[in-house]
């Protein structure tokens, strides 16, 4: 009677297991590289200020004042 009750309230949450397929994989690879390609830009911005600071700081030099 367990397993019958597991079913039924299961049931509608298993698509991405039953049908997505490798694609959930594929979609977290891609979301890494967009997090990797997010840091290195930063990382660049922060070595392109001399000084250490806020977020008032990379604002300032970004826009160039």
Do not use: D
């Not at 490798?22 to 200020?49: D, H, K, Q, R, T």
């Amino acid at each position: 009677a367990r397993t019958v009750r597991v079913k039924k309230l299961t049931k509608g949450y298993n698509a991405a297991a039953q049908y997505a397929g490798p694609s959930i994989v594929i979609s977290f690879v891609v979301a890494a590289v967009g997090c990797l390609f997010a840091g290195l830009c930063y990382a660049e911005l922060a070595a392109m200020i001399p000084q250490s600071g806020s977020a008032y700081t990379y604002a300032y030099a970004s826009f160039g004042r």
